[in-house]
Each structure stands twice: as structure tokens, then as C-alpha cells.
């Protein structure tokens, strides 16, 4: 081959034996197209498990609770309802009826692909408060009383000015004794400084209680001391004690059985434990 004034000069022999070669080559292959673009799964769907409600004295509890967490968006609170938009959350329309002074009913409606739920005050507006909480997934909504009104709940609790608490046992009379030798005489006692402060504090109300140390004090004298500071709680037999707390009249102590020999002596000092009952058999 040469190469004069730019032109290629092959001899016709090269021609003859190579073209011939390069014709029947097999095509090039085609380049290869980029692969489509996989779109990401959609999420999967938030189903709802249960709608339950309660009433407390101060408030109204609804608690939605989802097969996994929901995305919630508070869309209005007026006067008359609060709505609330459960995006994405798939289930059927339903209603609760609650009827308990502050909120009618609480009614999930279906908006499209979301749920929506309305709930229905009876008499004016309530003050929203969201909690999310897990396992289980669940949305709590508090709706409060106004204030006014929960003043006056809050009133009425405290026309009982004077509580009495009795802790039982004492002295010795130890009550039950658990494995690492913890009594109940102690224990109930210090249950029942707890309560009692807990009584002063939220309701303002005066606590009396039958013992405040490790002595044993008669059913008697506890009855007597009730009745002499004038306890405002009364049972049905009108004495003025708080039966709740075990203070008892003379006339409900009076039908209670009498103790068994075993127990006696155990009350009186004679066992260290009490007596276990026999386990029935199935």
C-alpha cells in the first residue's frame, strides 16, 4: 500500500480478498435500550383496628388504634364539632355514641381515600389535646371540659369536708407476712398516708385516719373516733364513716362472721402467718 497525495493506493489483489470478507460480517448488534424506570411500591394501607371512647369527669378520651402509625391533620374545632383527617386510613364509616354531657357522638365518615372524624359536642366547644402512642399503633384524642364547668365538678367532690381512713392491723396484729418478712400492717399504712395526702392535695379536704403509727387500735374506738370528729362520708347504716377505707359500724361489724379458732389465735399473736386456705381442685 501507499499513500500518495492523500489517497489510499491498495493493490487489486487486497480488494479482491478482503472486501469480499468484510461483506459478509455479521451485523453489528443494536445498543441496547436503558431499562424502563421502576416506580417505588405505593405504602401500604393503614387500616383502623378499633375506635373506642370513655368519659372522665374532667374529659372526653377517643382512641383510634391502627394496624400502624397515621397521619393526622386537625382540620377544625368549633363550637359545635371538632373534625379531624385520618390520611390514608382505610375502614368502614361508623358511629359511637357517648352521650355524656360534653360530647353526643363520634362519628368516622369516609373523605375519599382518608377517614375523617367528627365529633359532635352537646354543649359548647372543647379544648383538643393529641397523644400518639405504640404497640399498638393509636391515636388518642382528649377533648376537656371547659373550665367552668370541671370548677364545678371539682366543687360538688369537695362537699365532703372530712374523710376517714382506717389502715387496719397494727400493733400486734401484723396482718399477712410476705416472703422477705415485709408486713401488712406497714404496708397498708403507708398506703394510706399516700391516699391521704393525695385527698388533701387535688380535693382540699380534711383526712382523718385511725392510726398514724404501729398500734393496734379496737374496731370500737375506730367507729367512735369517726363518729366523735363528725366524718362527712356516711354508709348506708348513717354512721358517718368511709366503709370504702374498712371503717366499719358496730351494726355491719356485728353481722360479719365470727373468725374461725385458727384465726383467733392468730390475731392474737399466736401464729406468725395466717392460716392458707386449702386450693380447691378443678
Not at 455479521?26 to 417505588?40: F, I, L, T
Not at 400502624?68 to 383527617?85: M, N
Not at 377517614?115 to 383538643?128: I, N, T
Request: charged letters at 30%; proline letters at 9%.
Amino acid at each position: 500500500m501507499r499513500v500518495r497525495k492523500g489517497v489510499w493506493l491498495v493493490p487489486e489483489s487486497f480488494v479482491e480478498q478482503v472486501v469480499p470478507k468484510l461483506a459478509a460480517a455479521p451485523p453489528s448488534p443494536p445498543a441496547a435500550s436503558p431499562a424502563p424506570a421502576v416506580s417505588p411500591r405505593p405504602p401500604a394501607a393503614v387500616s383502623l383496628e378499633e375506635l373506642r371512647t370513655r368519659s372522665y369527669p374532667s374529659f372526653t378520651r377517643i382512641v383510634i388504634e391502627t394496624t400502624a402509625p397515621v397521619v393526622y391533620k386537625v382540620e377544625s374545632t368549633g363550637p359545635r364539632e371538632a373534625r379531624v383527617r385520618l390520611v390514608g386510613l382505610a375502614g368502614e364509616a361508623q358511629v359511637e355514641s357517648i352521650d355524656d354531657g360534653l360530647v353526643d357522638d363520634a362519628r368516622l365518615e369516609r373523605a375519599g381515600a382518608d377517614a375523617l372524624l367528627r365529633v359532635v359536642f352537646e354543649g359548647g366547644a372543647a379544648e383538643l389535646r393529641v397523644t400518639t402512642l405504640a404497640d399498638p399503633p393509636r391515636l388518642v384524642l382528649d377533648f376537656n371540659r371547659p373550665q367552668e364547668v370541671a370548677a364545678r365538678e371539682r366543687q360538688a367532690c369537695t362537699s365532703l369536708r372530712t374523710l376517714m381512713l382506717d389502715a387496719g392491723h397494727g400493733g400486734h396484729d401484723s396482718g399477712a407476712v410476705g416472703p422477705a418478712g415485709l408486713m401488712e400492717k406497714e404496708l397498708v399504712l403507708d398506703v394510706t398516708k399516700r391516699v391521704s395526702r393525695l385527698l388533701e392535695e387535688k380535693l382540699g379536704v380534711k383526712v382523718l385516719l385511725s392510726r398514724d403509727g404501729d398500734h393496734f387500735v379496737p374496731l370500737r374506738d375506730r367507729t367512735s373516733y369517726a363518729n366523735r370528729e363528725r366524718a362527712d362520708a356516711k354508709q348506708p347504716g348513717g354512721d358517718p364513716v368511709l366503709a370504702a377505707f374498712g371503717v366499719l359500724s358496730r351494726k355491719s361489724w356485728s353481722a360479719r362472721p365470727r373468725a374461725s379458732p385458727a384465726g383467733r389465735r392468730w390475731r392474737a399473736g399466736g401464729r406468725t402467718r395466717r392460716p392458707r386456705p386449702r386450693r380447691a381442685t378443678d
